[in-house]
């Protein structure tokens, strides 16, 4: 459980999800936070996680780390087992000897999206791409190298950056998409605030985190459109965006363990929309 004093390493605290986890913490003055990227500590080194843990002597680690060029990955391996492989376990190895609390942020591209229906915390993963293989890769390093940890799974997450792009394409008329694929829109502002509670509550073991209830990805742009005001066409391309590209075509979660341990329960995914929107000041 998080106490008073508590010294919190953040890893990749530029991305959607760090800075949004970062923005959160620093409303309460009793916690240390550490925010680092590949700049300051190259996760996929062990001696320069090792000396930074060593002198830093965090509670608690927050593994934001990844990017969102999956289809890069798909031509450079190397770099994604890197990253979210070997950087997974060096982290872990740290949590294991520092006997601090590791949360590890995995993804929804460990599934192959032929079920019909959401994905269970139970189900057997399949991942089809690098990006899944090599995040699934980091959740075995997690349990296997730490004792206390939390590993979250979430689906289609988003922040300021890809509702700005869909306004931009808006505006000169026409939004375009590759394939109607289904998922949950989830916010970075409603995942931060989750992750925040799992860890002050000790919510240890794999958990999917993703906002309630499914979606296409045309009523997703559209719902974005029609909150902020904006008319346009929505378009099928040969080309994926970065949002789309290599994503399963059915990749909704069920968030059984937050329902089994009597943690809060998310939004659904229209109402977390809205209030993204107004709270972080999307505008048209």
């Not at 300051?40 to 090792?50: A, C, P, T």
């Not at 993703?210 to 378009?235: H, P, Y």
């Amino acid at each position: 459980m998080m106490k008073t004093n508590d010294i919190i390493w953040l890893v990749g605290r530029s991305g959607r999800l760090g800075s949004a986890i970062e923005g959160i913490l620093k409303r309460d003055s009793h916690h240390t936070i550490i925010g680092t990227d590949e700049k300051d500590v190259d996760i996929s080194v062990l001696s320069q996680v090792e000396h930074f843990a060593e002198q830093m002597k965090p509670n608690i680690i927050i593994n934001c780390a990844a990017t969102s060029h999956k289809l890069w990955y798909e031509e450079h391996p190397e770099e994604a087992y890197a990253l979210h492989s070997l950087g997974a376990r060096n982290l872990a190895i740290m949590a294991h000897s520092l006997d601090a609390h590791l949360i590890y942020l995995s993804s929804d591209f460990i599934f192959d999206g032929a079920s019909t229906r959401a994905y269970t915390e139970f189900d057997t993963p399949n991942p089809q791409t690098v990006y899944g293989k090599t995040k699934l890769i980091g959740e075995d390093y997690v349990k296997s190298f730490c004792n206390k940890y939390t590993i979250i799974r979430s689906s289609w997450l988003y922040g300021k950056r890809y509702l700005y792009e869909i306004i931009e394409q808006a505006k000169q008329g026409q939004v375009t998409i590759h394939k109607d694929i289904i998922g949950t829109p989830t916010s970075s502002l409603e995942l931060a605030e989750e992750i925040i509670h799992l860890f002050n509550t000790n919510g240890y073991g794999t958990f999917h985190v993703s906002c309630e209830g499914e979606t296409s990805i045309r009523t997703f742009i559209q719902k974005i459109l029609d909150t902020v005001g904006l008319e346009a066409e929505i378009i099928e391309s040969d080309q994926p965006s970065r949002f789309e590209e290599l994503r399963p075509r059915y990749s909704v979660l069920d968030n059984m363990m937050l329902r089994m341990t009597h943690q809060p329960q998310m939004k659904n995914w229209e109402d977390a929309l809205e209030r993204f929107i107004s709270e972080r000041r999307v505008k048209k």
